[in-house]
């Protein structure tokens, strides 16, 4: 954190969640030198708070009691729904521990009955399987680059393993499918691009500062369709026991085909870039079905339901 003003709130923050810490763990919270967290404690300080400090082992910083923090103004509505967005980013960020601080902020301010009825939404909702855990220190930095318009470089691990350097100019973030997106123009290949955040990695902003692009808001457009059938490396069609307008709502997803080829049977089609997944996925389904292709989902099922078997005390059937 390299911003003076963000560093001293969040420096008063940490203050006001624990009653002492010690110099090396406030820098390390920081990112700072000792050095820079003395400037740092004075400039809280010149905002008018008194903070202790106690040199040597054994000492360290505190700020003293009864003094008031800044408020957060929300009514008991906007303080719920801030409570459900933190919940739901509590599975989607890596470290949970900042969602939770912030939770517990919330709470302070919420009145009995409100501060009981957040407690129990988090207790009754599981969000730990929600989405691949993004990292917030490349959230930030991609966030940061699309508003200052600043290039990015990264490392990459494409949907086929492959790991690649990336310099990009980043235009929007956005998460779709539960999965979080970097929409840029790759500037080496010349053309747009999508790159999800939890494949990103030695992230470095750059000090160039680019023009947004002519085209930009048609890329982008174009970058929010779903991924064509044709880019996953297994094409995957099922029979499915059951009427198309029957289907739960997740065989409707975009890339993916779903037509009722007679009554009570539907054809689903979509694509998988492991037959395992699609295994593991497919039996997930509310009814009996036939996998039509690939060869290779068709072996993947076969060998998670012998799997299956096994687990209950069956013998597998013969191929």
Known sequence: MTDPTSRALKLLSLLGHRAVWSGPELAAELGVTPRTLRRDVDRVRNLGYTVDAEPGQGGGYALRR?????????????????????????????????????????????????????????ASTDMSRMTA???????????????????????????????????????????????????????????????????????????WIFRRRADSDEALESLREPMPLGAYKHRVVIHA????????????????????????????????????????????????????????VRAAVAALGDRLRRAAGSTPSDP
């Open 66 to 122: 009864g003094q008031a923090l800044p408020a957060l103004s929300l009514d008991e509505d906007e303080a719920l729904a801030v409570n459900l967005a933190l919940t739901v980013t509590t599975g989607q960020v890596a470290n949970a521990e900042v969602v939770s601080r912030a939770l517990a902020k919330i709470d302070g301010i919420l009145p009995p009955a409100a501060r009981l009825k957040a407690r129990e939404l988090r």
């Open 241 to 296: 026991k059951l009427a198309a307008e029957d289907a739960p709502e997740y065989m409707h997803w975009g890339s993916s085909e779903l037509r009722e080829i007679k009554p009570g049977v539907s054809e689903f089609t979509t694509g998988a870039d492991s037959p395992q997944q699609a295994a593991e996925w497919l039996i997930l389904l509310p009814c009996e079905f036939t996998v039509v292709a690939d060869a290779e």
């Open 133 to 207: 855990s993004v990292d917030q220190g490349i959230l930030a930095d991609c966030a940061d680059a699309v508003r200052l318009r600043r290039r990015l470089r990264f490392s990459y691990v494409d949907r086929n393993g492959v790991l690649t350097e990336r310099w990009v100019e980043p235009h929007q973030v956005s998460c779709r499918g539960r999965v979080w997106y970097l929409a840029a123009y790759d500037v080496a290949r010349e053309a747009w691009r999508s790159f999800r955040l939890d494949r990103m990695a030695d992230m470095r902003v750059g000090g």
